[in-house]
């Protein structure tokens, strides 16, 4: 059930964290440049960190999906660790409510705000002052691939026990 | 409501989910939202966002991606195998010396890298299989090397430091430099304990014959082997201590050390890249999201008091300020038998930390007890990550058992290192106040 849809989210996911890791190079040399700019020529730039913590960002909100999808977000497995597949997908599909409520509401309010700073054309507080809104637009395309993830989860565990279920029938 | 009942209502219901194995991430987030909505008012979800995007672009929080990066770039630059070749042609011909020189290792990574698996995941591969062909016994080949591993977070850079001093306004550099003494401290005894436990007893790690050693003109040339980690440690902490650079700006230029050894080791290949970058997306994900909870969860506990009611009810304990440290610590050991460390640091750090001022505790000092303690979880039984890290490599004579009870006497000796830092203030604060800046 859903197997069309769980796998495009998946290579999704996957194509996202592949592609956009990528980003720790620049934000890696970026800041290698503004020590040289500093020492060396005696210039610190204004801008440099402006563009960093927007890269930070992408790396965490894309790389939300890309965690979930390879189980990297970790949870306490002291008391669950031994359950059989099955009653774990029981647990997990109970507790999942909690995931699409609390990261569903965190998606809401991002979209408000996104749409907000889009039409004040909304700039960063600083010095050097770039725009931030299609920072924020990207801050909700990630919590949205996280939350898709989180649906993949969701059926497959669902499919996990109705199969199960199927067997103990037949 | 009263404030008590919402204290024990949100904190069970966090741990109550926590403990059915969903993410600890989502599980103060989502705990967060719903506290909103039932103890605040839905108007009040606005403020989480604005805490989630604050976070975001928090400029500290920038070395933890560059110095996951580093690590992980370390794991594959073929540094280790070169320091592990020069501390083999040095330390072979001792009773107990490859296990010694197991720590001695992971403590030189450990001031390279902040993560506690990088130590135990290279020394796992390289030194476990070595010293069983040598004849070492199983558990003093396993214990000393999750055990090193842990030094990884406590000697600088740290990952949960960046995080220990953001969540409490400590200065992160200032941190970082507290870790030195009481990580060498640890290293020491560690190396002690392994050299006594052979000396006296030469079959738990014998000695290489005399026929098979490295003669001095082998030894002095292996030192070749030991520049690069000494360049990058340099680089890194000794940027930070002479103020020259931000922990964040040393992240970077150590990530960029990093890749420019493993391309001298010619180890700077696309696959092995490919593999840093990735590794560094979904670690680097894994914490900032732990943050991310953690934050919108210490912003419930605060908006709605629970924070302070916590925190009035640990200093008001007739047991002195000294009893109170040691109920928190204990509660730390605890949970570290079952969280992850990031994890404890984000839902215990924002009580703890209001307490110990409030107790009159010098908070840089509080800083380093509380991420040592924190660390300490690292190796405990049952759920200690450095434990599964070296379960993960795969070793067919290795059972989680062995490792468990090959883990035990490190857990006391690192107990111990702790409790001088207790009694003895002046080695923590001592390097973070020579500091120049």
Known sequence: MGSRFCQIINNLNDWVGKIFGWLIIPLMLLVVFDVILRYIFNRPTIWVWDINVQLLGTLVVLG?????????????????????????????????????????????????????????KELYTSVFAPPIYPFKILMVLGILLLFLQGVVKFIQDLNLILKKESKNRQ | MTIGSITIIIWSFLFLLMMTGFPVAFSMLS?????????????ALYTIFPIVFRNLTTDIYIAIPLFIFMAAVFQVSGV??????????????????????????????????????????????????EMRKRGYEKRMAIGCIPAGGALGPLIPPSIPMILVGN??????????????????????????????????????????????RANWKEKFISLRGVWAPILLILLVLGGIYSGACTPTEAGGIGAAG??????????????NLRWAVITTMRVNAMVMWLVIGGASFSSLCGIT?????????????????????????????????????????????????PTALALGFDPLWFGLIFTMMVIIGMITPVFGYNLFYFKGLGHADVSMMDIYI???PYIPLMLAALALCIIFPEIVLWIPNTMIK
């Open chain 1, 64 to 120: 939300g999906g890309y965690a979930l999808r390879h189980g990297a977000h970790i949870g306490v497995d002291a008391l669950v660790g031994h359950l059989s597949p099955p009653k774990r997908a029981m647990v997990d599909l109970i507790t999942s409510f909690f995931f699409f409520f609390g990261v569903g509401v965190l998606m809401w309010k991002a979209t408000m705000d996104a749409i907000f700073s889009v039409q004040i």
């Open chain 2, 31 to 43: 705990i967060a939202v719903v506290g909103y909505i039932v103890f605040v008012g839905p108007q």
């Open chain 2, 80 to 129: 280790g195998d070169r320091l592990y070749e020069t501390m083999y042609k040095w330390m072979a011909g001792l009773r107990g010396g490859l296990a010694i020189g197991t720590v001695a290792i992971c403590t030189v990574v450990a001031a390279i890298t902040g993560l506690g698996g990088t130590g135990t995941v290279t020394m796992g591969l390289l030194a476990y299989p």
């Open chain 2, 167 to 212: 969540l409490s306004s400590v200065s992160v550099g200032k941190l970082f430099m507290a870790g030195i003494l009481p990580g060498l401290i640890c290293s020491l005894f560690f190396m002690l304990y392994i050299a006594i436990r052979c000396f006296l007893n030469p079959d738990l790690g014998p000695p290489l014959p005399r026929e098979e």
């Open chain 2, 258 to 271: 990093a890749l420019i050894c493993a391309a001298i080791y010619r180890n700077l290949n696309r696959e």
């Open chain 2, 305 to 353: 008091g629970v924070t302070n009611f916590v925190r009035d009810i640990l200093v008001g304990l007739p047991v002195g300020p000294m009893g109170v440290l040691l109920i928190m610590l204990l509660i730390l050991f605890i949970m570290g038998m079952f969280i992850e460390n990031a994890s404890i640091i984000m839902i215990c750090l924002p009580i703890m930390m």
């Open chain 2, 406 to 408: 090959a883990i035990l």
